[in-house]
């Protein structure tokens, strides 16, 4: 029996974070947020002030970071970086940054290389098709558009990151575009995905709308 992957993707403000960390610590496996890894090289571009356009910088970038994660926490080089990770200068670019082919192909090896030998919960667009195409439990969650802006909202305040709620909109609505429109790692519903509208369910129904699925995929 190989390591057992459950597979988590949907669009930005889907939830999928929280449930798929929940998840994660539910059955005590390794979790791997894919989507950390697009914001790290982000942050990594502007802390260097890498202009978007020099992808051999970009791609350099990413071929020589090292990520490993501490709970939910990215750890980059031994650093742990998790609160840059969503600021307002990485939330702005990293779908811009995620649309470079070559680097999805870089931190997919680092992606795969960090989940093996191990139990994973991975998150994030293409964790179902690209990623993980024999994941042993997929799942698709997904949010009516007005709900997914609203818990990016409360999630930013909770953490005290301020943005207008009109600000929030137009990223989520464009990130969207990107996600969708992406030539190679686009967001798509695998046909063998659980998929789940989260819309008005609270997060313990859906932690327990998974597990139920995963133990029943498990008979
Ligand atoms: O899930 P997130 O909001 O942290 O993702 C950050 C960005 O990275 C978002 O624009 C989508 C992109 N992403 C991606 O292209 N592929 C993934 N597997 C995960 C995230």
């Known amino acids: ?10 669009p930005a403000g889907s939830g999928k974070g929280t449930i798929a960390y929940e998840i994660a610590r539910h059955y005590n496996y390794y979790y791997i947020d894919t989507g950390a890894f697009y914001r790290a090289i982000t942050y990594l571009i502007l802390k260097n002030d890498i202009s978007l356009t020099d992808t051999d910088a970009i791609l350099a970038l990413a071929d020589n970071a090292h990520f490993s994660f501490k709970g939910n926490h990215l750890i980059l080089d031994g650093i742990d970086i998790t609160d840059q990770l969503r600021s307002k200068e990485v939330e702005k670019i990293v779908s811009q940054v995620s ?3 070559e680097l999805r192909l870089i931190l997919n090896r680092h992606i795969l290389s960090l989940a093996q030998d191990k139990d994973i919960v991975a998150d994030g667009r293409d964790t179902t098709t690209v990623i993980f195409p024999n994941a042993n439990v997929k799942i698709y969650l997904d949010a009516r558009f007005e709900a997914r802006i609203k818990r990016r909202y409360d ?6 990151i301020y943005s207008s709620y009109d600000e929030i909109r137009e990223n989520i609505e464009m990130r969207d575009r990107r996600d969708q429109m992406k030539t190679f790692g686009a967001l798509t519903l695998a046909p063998d995905a659980h998929y789940i509208d989260t819309t008005n369910l609270s997060i313990e129904d859906i932690i327990n709308k998974i597990i139920n ?6 008979k």
């Open 1 to 10: 029996m190989g390591n057992f992957v459950i597979a988590i993707d949907g």
């Open 99 to 101: 649309c470079i082919k």
């Open 155 to 160: 999630q930013n305040k909770a953490k005290d």
């Open 213 to 218: 699925i995963i133990e029943g995929e498990v």
